[in-house]
C-alpha cells in the first residue's frame, strides 16, 4: 500500500487525503483531524512504555559518555563530568522525542510499500536552539519542529537503502519576526543586580536560588541571621542569553566523522542520534558557552547549602556553576 505521512506543519500541501496519515504527538490536534489518520500511540501502552524506558535510559548513558568527552575536546579538555550533569536534561528529551517518532517510522517503513514525505524548502527561517528550555517548547508546541525531526529520520533512513521512502519537494517563505526588545541598559541593569547580589551572598551560610514558599525562605534567613536575598539576581538566565554573547567557534568537533566509535556499539537508532546531535544541540553548550564561563569564573560565593526548586533543571547559569563549584558545596538540595 502506499501512503502519505502528514504532519501538521506540511498537510495543507497534501492532496491526497484517502492516503495521508497524521503523525504528531501532540494530544491538542486530537479533536481536530480524523481519528483513524492519526498514528497510534504506542506509549499508551504502559508495558511498551516502561520497556523502551529502560531502553532509552542505557542509550542516554552511552551518549551521555560520548557527547561529553567531544565537549571537552571543544572546550579546552574541561572536565566531561561537568558537560553530563549540564546537558542530561537536553539530552533525554532529545533521545525520548526522537526515539517516538523513530518508532513511528519504523512501524510504517515494516507495513508500506511506500512511503511519501513532503520535503519542504523553507526560507528565512533560523533554526538555532538556545538551551534546554528552548528545545523543550519546540517539542511540546513548534508545528515546524515535529515535522522537522520526521523528515530528518525518513531523510537519514532513505540514505541508509530504504528504497521505499519519497520525497515531493515544495518551497515556502518563513515570516520571522525579530524580537529585539533587549537594549543596552537591561546589560548594565543586570550586572549591577549581579554585583550587589555577589556583595549580599559572599558571607551567606544558606543560599536559595529561588524559593516558592516566602514564609520557608524568610524564616531560615532569620535563623541563620542572614539577608533575605535571592541569588536568581546572579544567575538570572532568563537575562544573560539575551545578550547573545556568541564566539566564533568551529564545531566541527562534533560531528560524526570526527568521533571514534570504534569501540563503541550503537544500535541504528542511536548512530542516527549521534550523527544528528551537533545540530539539535543546544548553543549555551557551545556557541555561548565561553560567554557563561567567563562571567561564572567572577563569581566568588561559597555557600554550604543551596536551595533550589527547579534551577537544577533550565538554568544554564546556575546548572554550570554548580558543577564548577562542587568540590567547594556541601549540600545542594533540590524540591
Known amino acids: 500500500m502506499k501512503i502519505f505521512i502528514s504532519t501538521i506543519f506540511d498537510y495543507q500541501y497534501v492532496k491526497n487525503k484517502k492516503q495521508k496519515i497524521y503523525a504528531t504527538d501532540f494530544n491538542?490536534?486530537?479533536?481536530?483531524?480524523?481519528?483513524?489518520?492519526?498514528?497510534?500511540?504506542?506509549?499508551?501502552?504502559h508495558k511498551i512504555l516502561e520497556k523502551d524506558f529502560i531502553k532509552l535510559n542505557k542509550t542516554i548513558k552511552k551518549l551521555e559518555n560520548i557527547f561529553s568527552k567531544q565537549l571537552s575536546k571543544l572546550h579546552q579538555n574541561l572536565d566531561p563530568f561537568i558537560f553530563k550533569k549540564i546537558i542530561n536534561v537536553w539530552l533525554t528529551h532529545y533521545v525520548q522525542s526522537y526515539y517516538f517518532k523513530w518508532r513511528v517510522v519504523d512501524k510504517l517503513l515494516k507495513q508500506e510499500k511506500k512511503i511519501e514525505f513532503t520535503q519542504i524548502d523553507v526560507k528565512n527561517l533560523k533554526n538555532e536552539?538556545?538551551?534546554?528550555?528552548?528545545?523543550?517548547?519546540?517539542?511540546?508546541?513548534?508545528d515546524?519542529?515535529?515535522?522537522?525531526?520526521?523528515?530528518?529520520?525518513?531523510?537519514?533512513?532513505?540514505?541508509?537503502?530504504h528504497k521505499n521512502i519519497f520525497f515531493k519537494k515544495k518551497k515556502i517563505d518563513f515570516e520571522v519576526t525579530k524580537n529585539n526588545k533587549f537594549h543596552f541598559f537591561g546589560k548594565i541593569q543586570f550586572f549591577l543586580k549581579s554585583y550587589v547580589g555577589q556583595f549580599l551572598l559572599q558571607k551567606k551560610k544558606i543560599f536559595f536560588l529561588e524559593s516558592q514558599n516566602k514564609f520557608f525562605f524568610f524564616r531560615i534567613s532569620k535563623l541563620f541571621k542572614q539577608i533575605p536575598f535571592?541569588?536568581?539576581y546572579l544567575f538570572n538566565w532568563n537575562v544573560f542569553k539575551e545578550f547573545n554573547l556568541k564566539e566564533n567557534l568551529d564545531i566541527k568537533i562534533l560531528t560524526l566523522n570526527n568521533?571514534?566509535?570504534?569501540?563503541?556499539?550503537?544500535?541504528h537508532f542511536e548512530k542516527f542520534l549521534v550523527k544528528n546531535f551537533h545540530s539539535e544541540l543546544p548553543i549555551c553548550y557551545t556557541k555561548n558557552f565561553k560567554s557563561m564561563k567567563n562571567y561564572l569564573d567572577q563569581i566568588n560565593i561559597n555557600p554550604k547549602l543551596i536551595f533550589t526548586f527547579f534551577g537544577h533543571i533550565y538554568n544554564e547559569l546556575f546548572k554550570l556553576w554548580i558543577m564548577l563549584k562542587k568540590k567547594k558545596i556541601q549540600e545542594f538540595i533540590c524540591n
Open 28 to 45: 491538542y490536534y486530537n479533536n481536530k483531524l480524523q481519528k483513524d489518520k492519526i498514528i497510534k500511540n504506542e506509549w499508551e501502552d
Open 129 to 142: 536552539i538556545i538551551d534546554t528550555k528552548d528545545y523543550l517548547l519546540r517539542l511540546r508546541s513548534s
Open 144 to 161: 515546524y519542529y515535529n515535522y522537522h525531526c520526521y523528515f530528518k529520520i525518513l531523510e537519514y533512513l532513505k540514505k541508509k537503502d
Open 230 to 232: 535571592k541569588g536568581i
Open 259 to 267: 568521533i571514534d566509535l570504534k569501540k563503541i556499539k550503537l544500535d
